[in-house]
């Protein structure tokens, strides 16, 4: 029976055509202490999702897709997924989870 992938850490890299935005803003908040989440915007949005330890991917999607909610409903615009990578697994090779963001 094949393992669920575990990992640390998530970083997801947004773009829009169309950037508003005229200088860097960056935030950085924990959540319960175990859980910090770094938000860099400006010509591209990169969102980091670090846990203190290893969690299955689908829960760091989960927050992802929370964090991902409250920014479209705050900036009122949708910004493309350019890409996603999972890091810092002790149980996963990185191509297993190189193949887990390609799905």
Excluded: W
């Amino acid at each position: 029976m094949e393992q669920p992938m575990r990992c640390k850490t998530l970083t997801a890299i947004y773009k829009n055509e169309i950037s508003t935005l005229k200088k860097l803003y960056e935030i950085d908040f924990l959540i319960h202490k175990s859980v910090r989440i770094h938000i860099e915007q400006f010509t591209v949005r990169k969102i980091e999702i670090d846990f203190t330890s290893e969690q299955l991917v689908d829960d760091l999607i989960a927050v992802l897709t929370k964090v991902e909610r409250l920014l479209m409903l705050f900036d009122g615009y949708f910004m493309n997924l350019i890409s996603i990578e999972f890091q810092d697994s002790a149980g996963c090779v990185p191509p297993n989870l190189k193949e887990c963001a390609e799905h």
